[in-house]
């Protein structure tokens, strides 16, 4: 069974950074693309980043590329979400999502592709 956890989140101000980390566990790694989405309070989880199981191609939504950057360890293991100049819109629940290789060519998709899921971890923006 897979298992993520994501860690990292926190208050900072608008115009900071703040990294996330997503740690998988259960099966083999290179074998899964993983995303990042957020959720604010009342609104649908809406994909940030994707990655695919090497580390070689990375996908991001529209409004958050140039300020937020998905990146892999060495090892694979964890997967970050690097966000710098934060702003309000950046408030939300972070997670982590997977799924299994055979079903990442699309890219970073939409939430329900995901099968897996971390328990999130909550960015707020301050002014």
């Known amino acids: 069974q897979v298992q993520l956890v994501e860690s990292g989140g926190g208050s900072v101000q608008a115009g900071g950074s703040l990294r996330l980390s997503c740690v998988f566990s259960?099966?083999?790694?290179?074998?899964?693309?993983l995303a990042w989405f957020r959720q604010a309070p009342g609104k649908e989880r809406d994909g940030v980043a994707f990655?695919?199981?090497?580390?070689?191609?990375?996908y991001y939504a529209d409004s958050m590329e140039g300020r937020f950057t998905i990146s892999r360890a060495n090892s694979l293991n964890p997967v970050y979400l690097q966000m710098d100049s934060v702003n309000h819109k950046s408030t939300a629940m972070y997670y982590c999502?997977?799924?299994?290789?055979?079903?990442?060519?699309?890219?970073?998709?939409?939430?329900?592709?995901?099968?897996?899921w971390g328990q999130g971890t909550p960015v707020t923006v301050s002014s």
């Open positions: 999502g997977a799924r299994h290789i055979i079903r990442c060519s699309g890219g970073l998709g939409a939430a329900p592709d995901y099968g897996y």
């Open positions: 259960g099966y083999t790694l290179i074998n899964h693309c």
């Open positions: 990655i695919t199981g090497g580390g070689t191609f990375k």
